[in-house]
């Protein structure tokens, strides 16, 4: 046991740590070392927690400890970059899970003991619970969606909202009646634990594969702020620091976000964004769109001085970044100048298809922010869309649909836009795109790696 | 440690603040790596897993604490590793250039 004051700083140390190590990844440059520099502080506060704890029971922390490592190491080493969405919500959910249980072990020292927790530190418990349960089901349910393993839709039946509603109120009753009573609530709690877990499931059902980006953000958070509710229970400060900076995290990103598709967050989570797609597009057509192949492509490409790439969900899908970048490279060698213009809720979480194009070796430095890319679409000559579809609709800038106000790539204005898409299905919004229809537009059907690749050949043949 | 709730509420509201003042400023470029990197700060939580663990009494507290031991590392070890695999590939572009 070290003295008290000592675990402080070393906490103290830990949690500079973490935020410069935040800082750091303000630029690629110095993110790395950002990364490491948070990695040391959390060694720190391990350290700091082992000399707290000592040695009683210390099978149990080398047992949990390798085992933890070990999954978490393998998982880190093996999953693809196309899978970094599920990675995440899986993260996520496992953090708000190790938080519910710090918690629930709090309660159970209660409980074996005489005394009962101060109202604070009652509070803190049932709080922690509720938000890591809910952050560990429904982190579960987003990566099925993300996964593929449920279908990725939004869920929705009759009375759903009012159902979500009154269970939320029954949970939030009883936590305060928990909170109230900690040592007479022996099967409220276990009542709390199963009906938090449920409410996980059934908030992030009802929300859409597309809305992920949304929901991650949201869930990274809460698995902070259950992390800062445990800080609250064991009055431990280091936690707290470090939950709620996770915490801020995540709400930041959601913001981003939601801004990104100009919704309100209660319109991602309670909206029925996606929803009666199948109804709403049948009627929505606009006239013939026309297939083209990639040898038509290639001869536009051979007068052609510039070329914006604007990457979506579907380059991901068809795990197509390697081949966009060669591509890209072969391009430049005809003196094309490549640029690639990065929507923020592009893919299925944020920064998904910046970590793509990096895996695939493009240089960062070619990957242009909307605002900065848009003013250029006047003279760009190509504007090649991988599976991208709402993040490039033009009706986005007219009144009265689904995605008015939200704010776009403008590709229509480029010389000529080549679409790459599965299908003529239409996107999340469920409405149909103008864009496709348009004099300019080229319309390239099949799969983003297979018409990517069959581009390349088309190109080097011309 | 933190014997006053309101001390530790004044620092919950400080640290948001700094939160959303560091993380502004993170590039659209990084929010991938930035999720995974809070993921693994937010495995923090394995401070109390460890304390819960060491207690003498009841077992079912040590078995949670083992369950939460193991949860936290997974995103300690998982979620440091893996930005780090990602930030490494935006690095090493500059460097060949």
Redesign the interface.
């Known amino acids: 046991m070290i003295p ?1 004051e000592l ?2 700083l070393a ?1 103290l140390a ?2 500079v740590l ?2 410069m ?3 750091g ?5 110095t ?2 070392r ?3 520099l ?2 040391t502080g ?1 060694a720190l ?2 350290a ?3 000399l ?6 210390w099978q ?2 080398l ?3 390798v ?3 070990g ?3 393998l ?3 093996r ?1 693809q ?1 196309t899978a ?1 969405p599920e ?2 919500a899986l ?2 959910g ?2 708000g ?3 519910a ?2 918690a ?3 309660l ?2 209660y ?3 005489a005394d009962a927790p ?1 109202l ?1 530190v009652a509070a803190a418990i049932v709080l922690g619970t509720l938000i890591g349960c809910v952050t560990l089901t429904g982190s579960l349910i987003a990566f099925g969606k993300l996964s593929e393993r449920l279908p990725g839709a939004a869920l929705r039946y009759p009375g759903q909202q009012l159902l979500n509603g009154l269970l939320a109120l029954f949970v939030l009753g009883l936590g305060v009646w928990i909170t109230l009573e900690p040592l007479a609530a022996g099967t409220g709690y276990w009542l709390l634990v199963g009906l938090a877990l449920l409410l996980g499931v059934l908030l992030v059902l009802p929300i859409g594969g597309a809305d992920m980006p949304v929901v ?2 949201l869930l ?1 958070s809460y ?2 702020l ?3 509710a ?24 959601t913001r ?1 976000m939601c801004d990104a598709m100009n919704r309100s967050l209660a319109n991602v989570l309670f909206g029925a964004f996606g929803a009666e797609s199948e109804t709403a597009a049948a009627g929505a057509s606009q006239g013939v769109a026309k297939g083209y192949t990639p040898e038509d492509a290639a001869v536009i490409f051979s007068n052609a001085r510039s070329c914006v790439v604007v990457p979506g969900y579907g380059m991901a899908v068809a795990q197509a970044q390697h081949a966009v970048r060669e591509l890209a490279d072969l391009l430049e060698s005809r003196g094309i100048r490549v640029q690639f213009a ?1 929507h ?1 809720v592009a893919g299925r ?4 298809m ?2 793509l194009l ?2 695939a ?4 430095e070619k ?1 242009v ?1 909307m605002d900065d890319i848009n003013p250029q679409f006047a003279e760009t000559d190509v504007a090649l869309v991988i599976g991208a579809n709402d993040v490039v609709n033009p009706q986005a800038r007219e009144a009265g649909s689904a995605i008015s106000g939200m704010p776009i790539l403008d590709v229509d204005r480029a010389q000529h836009v080549f679409v790459i898409k599965r299908s003529m299905n239409p996107g999340f919004a469920g409405i149909q795109n103008p864009l496709f229809f348009h004099d300019n537009t080229m319309m390239i059907f099949g799969d983003a790696k297979g018409v990517v690749l069959s581009l390349v050949e088309a190109v080097r043949a011309y | ?3 006053n ?1 309101a001390t ?1 509420l004044t ?2 509201v400080l ?6 003042e ?37 077992f ?3 078995a ?31 460097e060949r ?1």
């Open positions: 008290a675990q402080q906490y830990a949690a973490f935020i190590g935040l800082k990844l303000s630029s690629a440059r993110a790395v950002g990364n490491a948070a990695a959390m506060a391990v700091a927690a082992l707290d704890a000592g040695v009683l029971n149990w922390m047992a949990g400890a085992l933890g490592s999954i978490g190491a998982a880190a080493t999953v970059m970094m990675m995440v993260l996520n496992f953090g899970a190790a938080s249980l710090v629930g072990a709090e159970q020292s409980w074996s003991g101060g604070v991650i953000s990274n698995s902070g259950a992390a800062c445990t800080g609250f229970v064991l009055g431990n400060s280091g936690l707290v620091i470090s939950g709620s900076l996770v915490g801020a995290s995540g709400l930041v990103l981003i990065v923020p979480m944020p920064g998904h910046n970590v990096a895996e070796d493009v240089a960062y990957l922010e | 440690m933190l014997d709730p530790a620092i919950l640290s948001l603040f700094i939160g959303v560091v993380i502004t400023k993170v590039p659209p470029l990084l929010h991938t790596p930035l999720m995974s990197g809070s993921n693994a700060i937010s495995g923090i939580t394995i401070v109390g897993a460890l304390i819960a663990v060491a207690s003498e009494e009841p079912i507290k040590t949670f604490g083992f369950l939460a031991i193991v949860f936290a590392t997974i995103n300690v070890v998982g979620g440091f590793l893996v930005t780090n695999r990602m930030l490494a590939m935006f690095r090493g572009k500059r250039r």
